[in-house]
């Protein structure tokens, strides 16, 4: 079973072992894939994603009907016991949509539920409170210019102050970790050492890296915490966590992890954290690195292939039917949902974005 080392996610959905594996069980089966699981530790959380996108496809698998999995994540959405759900108009039944409406119905309720971890205390923290609470003596920075305020730490990390923010530190980081408290808006360029990870704690929300950059918005006065990934992968998880301490002292990223072009937006009254794409991707190592937007007559699954890899984010479609429509197209100048939006009215297809991720919907090109 070699060949599922590097499998993905969309790649474990259509491999029709695996498929048997998770719909039509045998003890051989169950067998070869448990075994490859505990020799693959790594790839269980995978594993598990890609089970219950294949258990939503299976009729027998999925009782639920629109309506009542909409309700189920307006539910979610909620969280309040006062706020009367609004009745929805009427839906097509679940067992009438392609398999990525379900899908995508899934990797909603899926994301939405990070929302059940936090505690439902709605304490507020603000960065006063942290840097008095800080047993670490620490010098701040205030940037009460115009323009950015660089500031480099002592590790070698940088980080650019935005007007009207400020940043407490210590002039030197204790062995194992590195931490610093922020109030406002700033860019944080974190030299990397696995084994000091680094935390930015601003108000309700604690940034756990171990080396990469990123952007966290987190005035005092403002209803929101933003922090969105520039390269890397970031942990993000509130002070309020009853797993506080494991996910900090975890030697993994835990929590909600996000990765480039990636962004987490929390709500600081109502204790909700949602997961999405920010409003502008930008390529990965686009300095480095030329990307290739120019098609002519390429299945429309290279197309989405190649914005996937330039972009570092996951789309996801059915290849089986994308291979079938060819499209020809200049890009390079396009932004992300600009060439998306192109290429899927030239596919008649359509697109929408849940959990960080792109979900393809189309029924293929139709033949003349």
Known sequence: MDQYHNFTLEEFVWDDSFRNWVLRPTREDDEKWQTWLVENPEKKALIESARQLVAAISPKEAPLSSQEKKSAVSRIISRSAEEELLPYPAVTPWYEKSWLSIAATVLLMIGLGW????????????YEELVAASTDQLMEKVNSTGKPLSVKLE???????????????????????????????AFFDVAKDPANPFFVYANEVVTKVLGTSFFVRSYTNEKEVSVAVKTGRVAVFTRNDPALDIKKNSRELSGVVIEPNQQIVFVRETVKITKSLISKPELLEKSTLHHNFEFDDAPVSVVFSTLQKAYGIEIIYDKNIMDECPVTAKLTELSLFEKLDLVCKAVDASYEMIDGRIIIEGKGCKMN
């Open 115 to 126: 929302g059940i971890w936090f505690n439902n205390q709605r304490t507020v923290v603000d």
């Open 155 to 185: 590790d070698g990390s940088t980080v650019k102050l935005n007007p009207g923010s400020r940043i407490s530190y210590p002039a030197g980081f204790k062995s194992g970790k590195r931490e610093v408290y922020l109030s406002g808006e």
